[in-house]
């Protein structure tokens, strides 16, 4: 007998207390169901406790292991105490909203070499305040929405993205600013400027966002211009012939044998006119 067991022996309401935790570990659902193309492992508390997949482990949660499993999308059906979540060498190309809602005690999650090509505002909501770790390295993300990372406190890694660098991105990047690491690794594939293609997001030293606004205060001005000029010729096409017409009028009043034109004449010219 180890002391250990002595002591759960003596104390019967910590016993009972253990015991309707470890029931519940086993009652969980989530503890025997893994989802396909995976596998999962209960964390370990150091062995020398000898407590098994008892209260510890649940706190801990789960290693959920899809390394290279040809997965074409974020399984639907991950045990709700996945702490960490291995997603990397798949062919996952999006990210759903509240892909990882539920997800109470995910640490750390591993998106890289996927094809994700872009990530909505609500990817990661839930997991906001858990999440310490997002790899998402080694994808195909151009471009994400303006808030896709704002409220998270990870650690992001987002090197080899083939990244459009533009007003949205600027904004997605202003809301992780404890992240300089990850921005400082931003490298535009494309860009709203043409100097900054294939360097890095921080190589060039311009506002993208008042860029695009100057662009479309031009194009503004333009489409005004040409109204403008529009009109002009117009009235100017509009103002030759009639001073064509009057002309003409002129010519073949003069034309007219010298007797004086009678009232009824000039009015049908009038009416011609
Ligand atoms: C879970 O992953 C962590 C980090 O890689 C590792 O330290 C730990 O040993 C893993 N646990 C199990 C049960 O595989
Ligand atoms: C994610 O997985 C890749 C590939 O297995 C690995 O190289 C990388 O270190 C992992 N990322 C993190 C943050 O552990």
Not at 84 to 92: G, K, Y
Not at 131 to 153: G, M, P, Y
Not at 181 to 210: K, P
């Amino acid at each position: 007998m180890t002391p250990l067991d002595l002591w759960l022996s003596r104390s019967i309401p910590m016993c009972l207390l253990l015991q309707s935790l470890v029931l519940m570990a086993l009652c969980f659902p989530s503890a025997s169901m893994c989802p396909k193309g995976c596998v999962c492992q209960r964390a370990r508390p150091d062995p020398g406790l000898h407590l098994g997949p008892g209260p510890l482990g649940l706190l801990l949660g789960l290693n959920v292991t899809c390394t290279g499993s040809r997965l074409k999308e974020i399984p639907p059906d991950l045990p709700p105490d996945t702490a960490l979540l291995r997603l990397d060498h798949n062919q996952i190309m999006a990210v759903p909203e509240h892909a990882f809602r539920g997800l109470r005690l995910l640490r750390e999650l591993n998106l890289s070499h996927n094809a994700v090509e872009t990530l909505g505002e609500g990817a990661f909501s839930g997991v906001e305040a858990t999440l310490q770790v997002l790899d998402l390295s080694h994808n195909r993300i151009t471009s994400v929405h303006k808030d896709a990372f704002t409220r998270l406190k990870a650690r992001i890694l987002v090197d080899d993205n083939p990244w459009h660098c533009d007003c949205t991105l600027q904004q997605a990047l202003g809301g992780m600013a404890h992240n300089h690491e990850a921005v400082a690794r931003v490298l535009c594939r494309s860009s709203e400027l043409q100097e900054q293609e294939g360097r890095n997001f921080l190589a060039v030293d311009t506002d993208l966002c008042n860029l695009a606004k100057r662009t479309t205060d031009y194009a503004m001005l333009v489409t005004m211009f040409g109204w403008f000029a529009m009109v002009i010729s117009y009235v100017v096409y509009y103002v030759r012939q009639n001073q064509e017409d009057a002309r003409r009028h002129l010519e073949y009043l003069k034309s007219l044998p010298s007797k004086p034109v009678k009232p009824n004449e000039v009015e049908d010219i009038s009416t011609v006119v």
